[in-house]
Structure formats: C-alpha cells, structure tokens
C-alpha cells in the first residue's frame, strides 16, 4: 500500500485541465519571446520550429499534440513556435531544423530529434524520456556489457533488463515511464538486439518484447552464488501496467511459513490478488530439507505463484498425510485443491499449461467485453483505479465487518463502546482498494470491544446523506472513503490519517485509551511518558500530553478534558492533579496549572510548556504547534498533514549517503537549514522548513523533477507552494548554501527580484478515459441536466433556490442542519 501511497505523492503535482477541454486541446505556439523566457526558466521543452506545413509536418503536428498531456506528467513542456511570424535565428533559418524537434534543458538546447524517429504519440513520449533517463536507463550490447552491470549492481540494486526489437514503439514507452517512476529503486538496462539474447535464450527474430528481473542483492546470499544475478522473465505481454504488477510482484516474499491449515490461509491481499498460491507440507523431522526444497522451487515459481510452506506440526493443519501439496487459483472461488506429487515439476506444468488456458477462458456473464474498452483499460494512468478495474469480480469477504443501514444504524452504534465506520461505494477505486485494508483491521481487532462495519453510500443514501429522521452524529459524507469513529451519545470523529491497515489499526488502538488517563501515583506518571498501554503498540512512540492542575474542580480541566476527547488516537492524554501535581511541578520548577507536550521527536528538552488557555480550540492550537519538529523531515505519510498548515516549503532535497563522508555532509546540510530558521527568527513564520532524503523517500526524485522540469544536481533548495501564488524558485546551485546566504535569496523573493524555476501544476483531475467520464454520460442521458444549462438559465434556477431556502428557513430552522459543507470538501 505504500507505493499507492507514492502515487498519490506524485498525482498531488499532476496539472490537467477539465475533461472537456483535455479533449480538445491544441497544441501550444509560442512567440519567440514566450519561447526566450521559458528557455531562461530553465523549464525543460519539447519544441517544433514550424516553417511551411506540409502534409507530413501536419500529421506530425496531430501527434505532437497529442504527446503534450502525456509529457506534461513528466514536467515536459510541449509547443510549437511559428518561424514565419517571428524568426528565432538560431532554429528558423536552416532547413535542418525543418526536420527536427528539440529538447530543451536547463535553459539551453539538450537533444535534437530527426522527425523520422518521433513520428507518432508512443516514439515521442519514449524518445523524449530515452533522452532525460539517459543516465538512469543502461544501454547494453554484448553479455561481456552486461555481465559488468551485473558486477556493479551486486548487493546494492536489483536490475530490470528490458528488450524491445526498435526503439520509440509502444513496449519501449511502457518501459521509459516506469524507468521515470522506478528509475532510483532498481537500475533499468535496455537492448534491442545484439549478442547479450543469446545469453537470455532469445532468439533475435522473435517479435515480442520481453523484461527480465535480476536479483542482484539477495546475489550474494544464495547458495553456490554464480558470477550472474538469478533471473526471473515477465510473462505477461509487456505494457506499464502489466510491468508496474511485475515488480510488485518481484517484492513479494519467496517463501511464506504458516502454521494453519490450507484451507484457512488468506487469500494474497493486494497487490498480488491475481497471484495463485502453491502449498507445501513440511514435517519437524524435516524442516531444514523441506525448507530447502520449498525455496529452490520458489525460485522456478518466480513471478507465476507464491509459495506457502505448511508446517504439519501445528494441530490446526487438518490436511491428510497422502497430499504433499496443493494450490489455490486467483478464482471467485477460494478452493484449495490438493495434490500427491512425485516430482515438482508437475506444479510447473501445472501452472505453465493453467496460463495457456487463462488465455481462451471468457469473462464471466455480466462483466464488459468489447474490446474498444479493454483498450481503454490498458491506458489507465491511475495504478489505483486500474487495479479496481482488473479485480473489478474480486469483492473482498466482509463477514469480518458489520454492514450497516438505515434500520440498524442506531441500534448497532449504541451497543457497542467504539464503532469503526467505512463510508464507501463500490464504484470508487480508492473506496475498493482501501477496502482490504480495512478488513484487514477488522480481522486483527476481531474479539475486541471495537465493532467494525461499513456503510455502501450507493445503496444507503440517506444515512450517508444523514437525511434520517432520527437524529445523526454525522455531517452528509461528500468524500470516499470516509471513515468515522463512533461512541454512544457523542458527536462523530473523523479519521484523517493515510489509508493503510497499520496507521488505522494504530489509531483504533490509540482511541480506546481513556482520554485523558487519570495519573495518582509517581509510577503511573512514569509509565505514562515512558510505555505504550497495549503490547500491540510495542515499538511506536506516541506524542504525549499531560495536563498539571492543583485540584479537580479547576475551571483548566474541563477545557483541558474536552481538548483530550479531540486528541483520540492522535496521541496520549493524562491529566495530574492535587498533591502529586504540585510535587511534579516542584521537581522540575514550574507553576501550575501548565500543560506539557511531549513530542516523540524531542530528545534533548523533554517537553515543552504551554499555558493553559481560555478555550478548548486555541488549547488544542497550542498543542498542535507544539508538536510540529522545527526543521521536519517529509515522507508520503506526513506531508499532507504539513501540507494542511498552508505554509510555503522552503524544501531541501539531499541524495543517499554513499559513506560516513556523505552522511556527515548530509547532516551538516540539516544542520544549516536548522541555523536558517532560527537566524531568520519571525521572519520564518511564514515558512516551513522541512527536508526530505531520497534514499528513504524515492518518490522525492519525481517530485523535485516535476518542480523544476528537470531533474538538478543534488543538494537543491526550493521554495514552494506558496499561498501568494504557483511559483517555485529554486536557490541557486552556484552559491554555498549557508544560512545567511539561504535568508537573503528568501528576501529577493519577497521583493520579486528572483525569476522562477517553475511553477506548480493546476489542481484539476479529468477521468483518465472517456469510459469513466460519468458527468458526460449523465449529461447525454439527461438534456436539461446543468451542464448543457447556459449561465443565464443557472442564474435563474440559483434565485429560485435562494428563494425556497428562506422560505424554508422563515417556517423552520431544521434545514440549517445541512447548510454546514463537510469539512473534507
């Protein structure tokens, strides 16, 4: 789930206009002047220099539009510029440049392309992408090149080697766009031909493209190690999607011990849900062999199943001593089928034969056919909805979950202590992919006092819309999912962390804990800042705060006690009062009342002191800021909630540490960034510090190339998001970044005196084909709906409704109950 937590890193930057204009873009032209200053910004371009048209440079031109959307994603800029209305003397006046395309970089020219080799959507995009990646993707020739690559990798990265018989077709682009995506966790090498296939068993006219996985780190571990990386072939025919699938796949564990029976494993949870799974059985008298065989035979399995090792020792195992296996097809059906092997060459076979038949199997009655929209399918850009689409028959089991509805609803929630609700539809990819994970926590919390249970707001609408005549604890839910936590008699808690089994999980157990914690004695007090309550949270440091007043009855502690209930399952609240809270007080000589955060971040001053305020909203304002590091380190985890602050990041990138001399370097990087933020004193409220380190944060490398459309040498500083405007400014490279230096770049930024290094794409998310273009489909099927309105028939529809609704509100106050927008939209 991570990675899908990466994508919706990058999809955040992602710029696109509404749907209808997306599908009737033109191709930009730029002045010659508009052409001078986006090549001094340092943007990275595309450009065609247009003298007369013919018909060749007019389909050209068709398709170079239709590069443009796509390489915007890659923070390419894509145009033309009219050589007859203004000539740009260095590309209008010689025929060469009428038969070619150039790429501009870091403000000058990078690469020119002969209009024979980009003569269509697929070459341009892979050419283009060739050409920025030329130093991530490896060009190999000889099996002697590729042994040295091999060599090289060893212990530190593992290899995709892909092989396409010419460049610039639609298996060359599927490869350059993932290179873009996975280019700093695996190293991509690329051959079209050559000696190197003889080594791969390929014959040369064979006309299907092909990848291989090299797994160069775990090299060294294998037993009786070669000089070559073990290697593992896609079968699937090449695309991104099916290339994307393949790697996750190649992460998957080789071999998985379970001490249960076959029948009650679990099916694989995404991303493998289309993997089959292979049992085998191991007895205590031979675990070691059985071990050894069940992984020698993982590795023939690579990328066709996953290997489950059943230890007969435990009693909840049932299977009959005459199967030594068995397997489980990625099916509607969950059954296991059991075998008696002689020789595992059989399960090969097995599943050798199973693809075969796969391929003529029909789809089941019901589901879409044509294969104009399976085309579509494979043009998914979002890996979240195209995996909902592909496992669009695979509804997860939810017996683990109550399903609620308008009739139990109340019933349901005030019978349980905590309820855990999923606001979903089944039509939404993030509603169904976060679904699994969800029921993953119902399972682990099955037995508990937690009741889980999900609401599908596509067949309940009025719950969801809390339009029931009873009362509601909720606001209408506008945004999917939404999960909400429940208690009798009280108004609901939203969950707002990333949507993944282990934070939610986390949450739930973080929420049961009484808020605030009642601390009498000295000890309680201790293994409040010191424990986690539940062994389930062993290893995860919580914030804490605790709360200090003289007596109970203080005017402080109700306000301090409704902050509490606001803080569940964000951290843990105590509360210390009377005798043992002057003594407490004394000790470490303060004066109560005072409130004290401890944020699991701070190690040299415990805690940080904050007056008690006069509401509960600025008490929980206070702990909030108290909270925050000075100088954070970003994830895909934490930034949205930075983003939430709606500063502007002043953002360092700072590459992996090769040694301890590049770790020292790093650390002093930080270090300067942490003297800029306090030599910069008030003038740095208005901005957030932070740093991200793209060896543990790769999805950083995209995002810094998507700022400055290019991607620039490391370390780089920019400025961002800020709320005057898109600009991003980048501190120069040239100059020494010191905290002097970095505070009077900031200042010329202020007065305007910097250019920017690019600018931040609009936050516009057009359906990625015209088949979930559902707006469109409703607007055909409905003629009057508001789309096809003209602005003066919604003005008039607007006044009639302002006057229903004061109608309404002259003869009842009960409608203001909806007037709030939920505070996701």
């Known amino acids: ?184 966790k695996y190293q991509f090498i690329l051959i079209t031909g050559g000696p190197v296939l003889k080594h791969l068993g390929v014959d040369e006219s064979s006309p299907s493209s092909q990848v291989w996985f090299l797994h160069c780190i775990v090299h060294s571990k294998l037993p009786r190690s070669s000089e070559r990386c073990p290697l593992t072939r896609m079968r699937k025919p090449l695309s991104t999607l099916s290339l994307h699938s393949f790697l996750q796949l190649m992460e998957a564990p080789l071999v998985s011990e379970v001490y249960e029976d076959p029948s009650s494993v679990q099916n694989p949870q995404f991303p493998y849900q289309q993997t089959p799974q292979v049992f085998l059985f191991s007895r205590p008298a031979t675990k070691q062999q059985d071990l050894d065989t069940a992984t020698a035979l993982a590795w023939r399995l690579r990328g066709l199943a996953l290997l489950l ?66 085309s579509h399918f494979a043009k998914l850009d979002d890996e979240i909805a195209a995996s909902v689409y592909e496992n669009r028959g695979n509804l997860p089991d939810m017996d683990s979950i109550t399903q609620l509805t308008s009739a139990n609803f109340h019933t349901a929630v005030t019978q349980s202590r905590l309820t855990v609700a999923l606001f979903y539809l089944k039509w939404d990819a993030v509603s169904m992919a976060f679904l699994g994970s ?54 609901a808690q939203h969950y707002r962390g990333m949507l993944g089994s282990e934070a939610l999980h986390r949450f739930i157990l973080l929420s049961l804990q009484a808020s605030p914690v009642l601390l009498s ?52 609240t105590g509360l210390l009062t009377d005798v043992l809270a002057e003594k407490w007080a004394a000790e470490h000589s303060m004066e109560l009342p005072a409130v004290l955060v401890f944020p699991s971040w701070r190690t040299h001053t415990p805690h940080s002191t904050l007056p008690v305020s006069t509401s509960s909203e600025e008490l929980l304002t206070h702990i909030h800021s108290a909270r925050l590091h000075p100088l954070p380190e970003l994830t895909v985890e934490n930034l949205p909630s930075f ?72 370390p780089a500083l920019v400025l961002t998001h800020l709320p005057s405007g898109n600009d991003i400014y980048q501190f120069p490279p040239n100059m020494p970044m010191v905290a002097s230096s970095v505070l009077q770049w900031l200042q010329r930024i202020q007065e305007g005196a910097e250019p ?43 006044d009639s409704k302002e006057e229903v609704v004061k109608a309404d509100d002259s003869s009842s106050s009960a409608a203001t109950f909806h007037n709030n927008p939920h505070s996701e939209l």
């Open 521 to 572: 004695t000295k000890e309680e007090v201790t293994s409040f800042l010191q424990e986690v309550p539940l062994p389930a949270l062993a290893g995860y440091n919580p914030d804490r705060v605790m709360g200090l007043f003289k007596t109970q009855v203080h005017t402080g502690v109700s306000l301090f006690a409704e902050a509490a209930k606001s803080l569940r399952g964000e951290m843990l």
């Open 438 to 491: 969800f029921i993953e926590v119902a399972e682990r919390l099955e037995g508990s006092e937690v009741q889980m249970s999900a609401v599908d707001c596509g067949e309940w609408t009025d719950l969801c819309a809390a339009q029931s005549s009873l009362q509601i604890p909720f606001q209408p839910i506008t945004a999917f999912p939404c999960i909400l936590l429940l208690r009798p008699k009280e108004p």
């Open 1 to 184: 789930m991570m990675w899908m937590c990466v994508a919706v890193f990058l999809l955040w930057l992602r710029s696109g206009g509404c749907s209808e204009k997306a599908n009737t873009s033109e191709l930009i032209e730029y002045t010659a002047a508009d052409f001078y200053e986006k090549l001094h910004s340092g943007k990275m371009m595309f450009i065609y220099f247009e003298h007369q048209v013919s018909p060749t440079i007019s389909l050209f031109l068709l398709e170079l539009e239709k590069s443009a959307d796509a390489l915007q994603d890659y923070g390419v800029l894509v145009g033309k510029v009219n050589c007859d209305k203004k000539l740009v003397q260095a590309y209008c006046t010689k025929e060469r440049e009428r038969h070619t395309a150039f790429l501009f970089r870091g403000g000058k020219e990078f690469l020119g392309f002969d209009l024979d080799t980009v003569f269509d959507v697929n070459s341009i995009v892979s050419e283009v992408l060739f050409a920025i990646l030329r130093e991530e993707v490896k060009y190999v020739h000889t099996d002697t090149d590729l042994l040295a690559m091999e060599k090289a990798a060893r212990g530190k990265k593992d290899i995709v080697l892909g092989y396409v018989r010419s460049l610039g077709t639609q298996e060359h682009r599927s490869i350059m766009e993932t290179a873009y995506v996975y280019g700093s």
């Open 643 to 714: 983003l939430s602050l709606g500063k502007a990041l002043l953002l360092l990138f700072v590459g992996e540490e090769e040694d301890e001399i590049g770790r020292r370097q790093n650390q002093a990087l930080v270090e300067e960034m942490r003297g800029v933020v306090e030599l910069g004193g008030g003038r740095m409220e208005q901005y957030l510090a932070c740093w991200i380190h793209l060896g543990r944060t790769p999805a950083g490398m995209s995002v810094l190339g998507s700022y400055l459309g290019s991607m620039p040498p490391l």
């Open 309 to 374: 090792l059943v230890h007969r020792l435990s009693p909840a195992v049932k299977t009959p001593d005459e199967y030594n296996a068995a397997y489980r097809l990625p099916e509607k059906s969950s059954e296991v089928k059991y075998l008696t092997l002689n020789d595992h060459d059989e399960v090969l076979e097995l599943f050798t034969n199973h693809d075969k038949e796969e391929e003529d199997e029909e789809e089941d009655e019901g589901w879409l056919e044509d294969e104009e929209v399976d």
């Open 756 to 798: 920017a290094a690019g600018f931040l794409g609009e936050d516009s998310w057009p359906p990625a084909v015209e088949f979930l273009d559902f707006l469109k489909i409703m607007d055909m099927q409905e003629p009057d709906s508001a789309q096809q309105q003209t602005p003066e028939e919604e003005e008039e529809e607007e």
